[in-house]
């Protein structure tokens, strides 16, 4: 095998490192994470459509988590599990009614923190059976993802999507409420 002279080998090390630096802030650039300072805005949304030619509005939620057998003797899995939109493949129609738009996905936005919290709460109070695997946080996922999915649904019906001021007022109280009371697993504390 031949070896490459250190010039060589430094550009190669350059290039890759420049490599994973750009995909890592590409694939955080396509990501808005969950923040009770910052509420959802158009911008946010990769997709702009007009006149309900795809619908009103629809956004991806996602909770990705990292666990390891080796980071279960962590008292604190807050910084593990992050709970963020996905821009590219969100979309909103510019000439609807885009504050209820916004309102709507802001509130699937807070809903999904509730269950990203309600996984960071799992995850610490079932850490040491990480010992034997990351199958536990799997379906540990599994079951608050269900739970938010379910829920996600019944929000919708009971609101109409946002459009029902006195449901839509219930819901942010209750959401606002949860969020207060699994504040202890809100990310980074």
Do not use: C, H
């Amino acid at each position: 095998m031949e070896l490459l002279e250190p010039k060589r080998l430094f550009i190669l090390t350059l290039s890759l490192f420049v490599f994973t630096v750009a995909y890592s802030q590409n694939k955080d650039d396509d990501r808005i994470y969950w923040s009770d300072r910052q509420k959802l805005i158009v911008d946010d949304f990769g997709i702009k459509t007009r006149n309900l030619e795809s619908g009103a509005t629809s956004a991806d939620f996602a909770i990705d988590y990292d666990v390891s057998r080796f980071n279960f003797v962590s008292k604190n899995f807050n910084k593990n599990v992050r709970n963020y939109m996905i821009k590219s493949t969100s979309q909103i129609d510019t000439t609807g009614n885009v504050q209820q738009y916004l309102l709507y996905q802001q509130t699937l936005f807070n809903l999904s923190e509730i269950y990203a919290r309600e996984l960071r709460k799992a995850l610490k109070e079932n850490r040491k059976l990480l010992i034997s695997g990351t199958k536990v946080a799997d379906e540990l996922n599994w079951k608050v993802m269900s739970e938010f999915l379910d829920r996600r649904s019944k929000y919708t019906q009971e609101t109409n999507s946002a459009s029902d001021p006195v449901k839509q007022k219930e819901w942010e109280d209750q959401i606002a409420y949860e969020l207060n009371e699994l504040k202890d697993f809100a990310y980074g504390k």
